[in-house]
């Protein structure tokens, strides 16, 4: 496998772990927790104590301050979809 492969294969497995903690933890399937935590820290009208919490722990452990934005922001883009899938028609 070329490393280019192994990058791409190594990204999808950590989107299917997020995901899945997502999962355990009642949220929705397909969203990662990284942008469910965005959801409930930032754009919540009234924003939980424990969203705010996981929102720091996640970024904290990426050591970026936006790693749950662009987790978000992934999401609404599709960014982490194969190209099949990137675009509605």
């Known amino acids: 496998m070329n490393k280019n492969k192994l990058k791409k294969y190594g990204y999808h497995v950590l989107i299917a772990i997020d995901q899945l903690c997502n999962a355990l933890t009642g949220g929705a399937a397909d969203e990662?927790?990284?942008?469910?935590c965005y959801r409930g820290?930032?754009?919540a009208k009234k924003p939980k104590k424990r969203w705010r919490f996981w929102f720091n722990?996640?970024?904290g452990l990426f050591f970026?301050?936006?790693h749950c934005k662009t987790a978000y922001e992934s999401e609404v883009k599709r960014?982490?979809?194969p190209e099949d899938f990137q675009v509605i028609s």
Not at 32 to 36: G, H, K, N, V, Y
């Open 57 to 59: 722990v996640v970024n």
């Open 32 to 36: 990662t927790f990284s942008s469910r």
């Open 41 to 43: 820290a930032v754009l």
């Open 64 to 66: 970026d301050k936006h």
């Open 79 to 81: 960014r982490q979809y």
